[in-house]
């Protein structure tokens, strides 16, 4: 090698038949600038290096410290970034976009039923104003029951469990076009808490592919299919209303039967296609498998993502985190109007003094301005490397929407200046969501914990739907300002807490910072240093 000392890795590289890369590389420095120097003939085997890595852990810990730091350099010299680059396009194009269109099939599965209330539900049934809160709350009780089930996803293979999942709410959502009383139908909306719970980890699941800061995004568009599903429901129901009065079966029967019923087909293609892991996925080249395990390494220190069970000290130790407690909070209070707005929307709107159709279709447009919002934001999360700021803007964003709403409605001000309200509201709840669960998984460093933490997220945030359902009585009717008012607080007690975790959070890293400063100089000059400590240290929490 030459003299200079700057290190720059070049383009010039190619593969045998065997996978292994070959090569000339050429060296730069860690500031991106130029120099020099070159290496040439480098050759570097995934294959070799797999192989060793049980006889890796058996060597005495002053090898295996300097094997790890030569895997590292290695890792980094394996695969090109324009490689790297195609791995999470098809990434991006066949698991995020297929799983994205799952949730918008579960969303619209589960939100449907305030479309059906306005096209007849309640008349056909004789509902009450309380018994429908008693549907809303019946599938709410069961998918928190079950929220236990996102640690499945480490215990049994993703195709198989996903396909039973989607499979089981599909059938029960359509099986509700033939409820014929408030208990059937109560029942059918317990079921389909069980089926679409055990949904709620797929952000989890996501992180088997995905780097943390890669993460939001993915989310983004995951959850970006609600508000999707939602405009897509609205318009979806004005048409089959309009339909339903040439056929001979009830509107809102229709309704459950055509959004319901898709999901059992789908899922035939969920088995077949959703993989376990990133060496599992058919679209991917053998090549191309071995990028996407090995651009994980630096994130996973030593473990393999998607494989391996539960580690119950790891989730003892989440149990008992303040952090977790906190993203939880945070996820309760976004729930209520998370929860609440979407299946009262209809209802909302019709009560301003717009017929059942047009309700309908005013309910479309504040969804799809949420979609590209939520988006935007997560991009933008993933681009700066930060969640807290994000989390406080668009809190406080759903606030002021609530609020714009709710002091409306006390002074009796037209239709349009509450419409307009739901904007914001819509926006700010949905990117909220979006960053808290990601966040959540952002920030604890192992598949153990991140499932723990997320099953957290979703036993405590949950709750927040058994609060919201109750903030539209028919008794507030046509402004409902209280249940605007309550909306208004849970999203600005949000901003406070997201604020809260951040300087948490911050004081964590200055004092793990800190440590390893001090830990660095007494090693200074010492060969030995354990390889389970390395990745650890690495490890920093996302503000």
């Not at 060496?279 to 473990?303: D, F, I, N, P, W």
């Not at 028919?474 to 949000?494: E, H, L, N, R, W």
Request: aromatic residues 14%.
């Amino acid at each position: 090698m030459g003299s200079n000392s700057g290190l720059e890795v070049g383009p010039a590289i190619n593969t045998n038949k065997q996978g292994d890369l070959e090569g000339n590389f050429e060296l730069k420095d860690l500031t991106g600038s130029h120099n020099g120097s070159r290496c040439s003939s480098s050759t570097f085997d995934p294959e070799f290096e797999e192989a060793h890595s049980d006889e890796e852990e058996k060597s005495p810990s002053f090898l295996r410290s300097r094997r790890a730091s030569a895997s590292t350099l290695q890792s980094s010299m394996l695969y090109t970034p324009d490689e790297e680059k195609s791995v999470i396009r098809k990434f991006d194009r066949r698991l995020v976009l297929f799983v994205a269109f799952l949730y918008m099939l579960s969303f619209l599965d589960r939100s449907n039923i305030g479309n059906a209330r306005i096209a007849g539900l309640s008349e056909d049934l004789h509902l009450s104003s309380l018994q429908y809160e008693w549907l809303l709350r019946a599938f709410y009780i069961t998918y928190i029951l079950f929220e236990w089930m996102t640690l499945l996803w480490k215990v049994f293979p993703p195709h198989i469990y996903l396909s039973v999942c989607v499979a089981s709410w599909g059938l029960i959502a359509s099986m509700q076009s033939v409820a014929f009383s408030f208990i059937s139908l109560f029942i059918l909306r317990a079921a389909l808490g069980i089926g679409e719970a055990a949904f709620v980890g797929i952000p989890f699941f996501m992180s088997f592919f995905y780097q943390s800061d890669e993460l939001a995004f993915r989310t983004g568009l995951f959850i970006s299919a609600a508000p999707l599903a939602t405009s897509f429901a609205s318009s979806l129901a004005w048409v089959i209303t309009k339909i339903g009065n040439h056929v001979p079966i009830a509107d809102w029967r229709l309704l459950f039967l055509v959004e319901g019923f898709p999901s059992v087909f789908v899922a035939v293609f969920v088995f077949l296609y959703i993989p376990d892991n990133p060496e599992t996925a058919r679209y991917l080249t053998r090549r191309e498998q071995k990028v996407a395990k090995l651009r994980l390494r630096k994130e996973t220190a030593g473990r393999e993502a998607g494989k391996g069970g539960l580690k119950w000290s790891e989730i003892r130790e989440t149990l008992i985190d303040p952090k977790s407690f906190l993203t939880a909070a945070m996820f309760f209070c976004s729930n209520v109007a998370f929860s609440s707005l979407p299946v009262f929307l209809p209802t909302i709107i019709k009560e301003m003094g717009y017929s059942a159709l047009t309700s309908q279709a005013l309910s479309a447009p504040p969804y799809l301005a949420a979609f590209f919002t939520v988006l935007s934001t997560a991009y933008y999360s993933d681009r700066y490397r930060t969640r807290s700021a994000f989390v406080i803007f668009h809190a406080l964003l759903a606030s002021f929407g609530y609020a714009m709403m709710a002091i409306a409605g006390s002074v009796e001000a037209s239709a349009k200046w509450r419409y307009i309200g739901v904007y914001p509201a819509a926006m700010g709840f949905f990117s909220v969501v979006t960053i808290v669960i990601t966040w959540t998984i952002n920030n604890q460093d192992s598949d153990s914990k991140k499932a723990t933490g997320v099953a957290m997220l979703n036993y405590i945030g949950q709750l927040g739907p058994l609060v919201g359902v109750h903030l539209y009585p028919d008794s507030d009717q046509p402004y409902y300002v209280k249940g605007m008012a309550i909306c208004a607080c849970f999203m600005a007690t949000v901003a406070v807490l997201a604020l809260a975790l951040r300087r948490i959070l911050d004081i964590k890293n200055r004092r793990m910072a800190a440590k390893d400063s001090k830990a660095d100089g007494e090693d200074e000059g010492l060969v030995v240093q354990n390889r389970t400590d390395r990745g650890r240290r690495q490890f920093m929490f996302m503000l």
